[in-house]
């Protein structure tokens, strides 16, 4: 096991918790490595990769959902929770794989779905067989249509993926879904709902799972009192802990609830809440009497710019503060586009509405701008922004393939993409897939050593100069600067505050951290002065006394 005094100034008879400066690698199994050939990656293809995750230098991982699903969104339609996908191995299997990270010092994560289940998960079967009014409807949220022949949704809500919120079934009568027609929201005043998910938590606690992502925080305690609001009501109500269906403050007394059962565990199990929601609300998730830690995306919706990275680190610096948790810092995950690309992209224009354009890629992607992408820019400032992340106090979230500074894959055909948020919106929206496909492990292969066959999503031709195999032996590979970077960070890190130091720079931002190194980066396009100190590690090229345009440098001052 790792111990915390590794990133954290504890004293033996205080140790910090170890996630609290944890480095966390999220896995997406079904893209991450393939053992038995059927084109999706599985336990037993992480299981043999842990060497590499653990040269790596990583702390923890986070498996995205691995249990048993019909894969309508990836995964997060879970028709079981207390099972492992057959496709993707066995709970023998699992057992085998946190034993092996446990060996390495490597703590395990799962990802917990309670907003909804799969339409395949036992209880939904049950509701649909038992007709309206039935006890086993009521783990869910039917209502009858309106209309005169009821006919017609319940109410005009959107589903987060397109079109209607709810679907109608046989008998006529709709359920709601905030996700996919295939992911039925459940009913969290239902008090089966609740025991079932703590029997889940204690289910992986008790299998030596260290921690939980907890998937939509904020939408599982809902007010449906009749009569139902239409959606331009609902947008009229505040975000205050108040809202109908969002971020509502009673949320917390299930998280609570569950709080208990984890600090029951020794050490006490973790969560992380997944809470699209104001970032004043974020420490009522990151408080120590409910989830604990709480992700903040302030730096994935930011654009690279010094302005925007230090009030972002500020702010959620004096969150974390507020709640007494550690912040968290995230750049990619599966739900954006890799931050390599968004960071290539032309300079964004504005829409009709005068929102920016491609703010997150995805509108990009749409019109097929594959040829405007800066791809060599992009890569210098994602190395930068990372070598910024990973100099902060707090934990980092990395998702896979990042350190092998991985672009998105643009130009998936339509007719071979999976993700709902494509299909649902027509279109409308090209969705996640092309941060989703499969890794490239080596140059050449039916998968680029993705597996032995061909894989679930195809890997463009580019992917196999990004390949592992090509940036092992290489010492200025964004693969060796990640794996420099973390084993250097667990030497350093002491302490969770920093000071920023001026540099006379608006585009400039320099601090100093308490185990003695300092973090410059250089967000303009022009090299910067840079007076002092030894250089520890630094995102690209160095030349005396210059910090190079779009560069990070951590640095040992003088003195
Ligand atoms: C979360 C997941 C996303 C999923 C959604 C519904 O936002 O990260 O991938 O589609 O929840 O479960």
Redesign the pocket.
Same mark, same amino acid.
């Given at each position: 096991m790792t111990t915390a005094a590794r990133t954290h100034a504890a004293t033996d008879a205080d140790p910090a918790p170890w996630w609290r400066q944890a480095v966390v690698y999220q896995i997406y199994p079904r893209s991450f490595a393939d053992a038995d050939g059927d084109g999706l990656g599985d336990l037993r293809g992480i299981l043999a990769r842990v060497d590499y995750l653990s040269e790596l230098g990583v702390d923890a991982v986070w498996l995205?959902p691995f249990y048993p699903s019909a894969l309508a969104?990836?995964g997060? %339609?879970v028709a079981d929770y207390r099972d492992v996908d057959p496709r993707l191995g066995t709970l023998d299997d699992f057992d085998a794989l946190v034993q092996q990270l446990h060996d390495r010092g490597i703590r395990v994560v799962v990802d917990i779905?309670p907003?909804?289940t799969s339409d395949r998960h036992v209880w939904f079967q049950e509701a649909v067989a038992a007709g309206r009014g039935s006890a086993a409807r009521d783990r869910y949220v039917f209502r009858e249509g309106s209309g005169p022949a009821g006919d017609l949704p319940p109410t005009d809500w959107l589903s987060?993926?397109g079109g209607s919120a709810w679907e109608r079934v046989e008998d006529g009568q709709w359920y709601l879904h905030h996700?996919a027609v295939e992911?039925p929201d459940l009913n969290w005043a239902h008090p089966e709902v609740r025991s079932d998910f703590i029997r889940t938590l204690r289910f992986w606690a008790d299998r030596g799972v260290d921690g939980f992502r907890i %998937?939509?925080a904020h939408m599982l305690t809902k007010d449906l009192s009749e009569p139902l609001p239409s959606k331009a009501e609902l947008d009229t109500r505040p975000l205050d802990g108040t809202h109908p269906l969002l971020d509502r403050d009673d949320v917390h007394d299930v998280y609570a609830e569950w709080r208990k059962v984890l600090d029951s565990y020794d050490p006490p199990r973790t969560a992380v809440a997944?809470a699209?929601v104001a970032p004043a609300r974020i420490p009522l998730y990151a408080s120590p009497t409910s989830l604990g830690q709480a992700f903040n995306f302030d730096l994935l919706e930011a654009d690279f710019d010094a302005a925007q990275f230090r009030s972002v680190v500020e702010n959620n610096l004096a969150l974390a503060a507020r709640s007494g948790s550690s912040s968290t810092w995230v750049l990619s995950?599966?739900?954006v586009v890799r931050h390599a690309t968004r960071y290539g992209l032309p300079a964004p224009g504005r829409t009709a509405e005068g929102r920016p354009t491609h703010r997150h890629g995805r509108e990009w992607l749409l019109a097929g701008g594959v040829s405007d992408l800066d791809v060599k820019g992009g890569l210098r400032r994602a190395r930068a922004a990372t070598l910024f992340l990973l100099g902060l106090p707090g934990s980092a979230y990395l998702y896979q393939g990042e350190e092998l500074g991985l672009h998105e894959v643009a130009d998936i055909p339509a007719a071979l993409r999976q993700d709902p948020?494509h299909t649902r919106s027509r279109g409308f929206d090209v969705g996640?897939d092309g941060c989703r496909v499969p890794l490239p492990w080596s140059s050449s292969g039916p998968s680029l050593g993705f597996g032995p066959g061909p894989a679930h999503l195809p890997q463009p031709g580019w992917m196999a100069r990004y390949a592992v195999t090509e940036q092992e032996n290489d010492p200025g590979s964004t693969l060796n600067l990640y794996r420099l970077a973390l084993q250097l960070r667990r030497r350093l890190l002491e302490g969770e505050d920093l000071q920023w130091r001026t540099t006379g720079r608006p585009d400039v931002l320099r601090f100093a951290r308490h185990g003695g190194f300092e973090v410059v980066t250089n967000f303009g396009p022009t090299d910067a002065p840079l007076d002092g100190g030894q250089v520890l590690l630094s995102s690209g090229e160095m030349r005396h006394d210059v910090l190079p345009a779009e560069t990070t440098v951590w640095l040992r001052p003088h003195g």
């Open positions: 995205s969104d990836g997060y %339609d779905v907003n909804h987060m993926f996700f992911q %998937d939509v997944e699209w995950n599966h739900d948020t996640r």
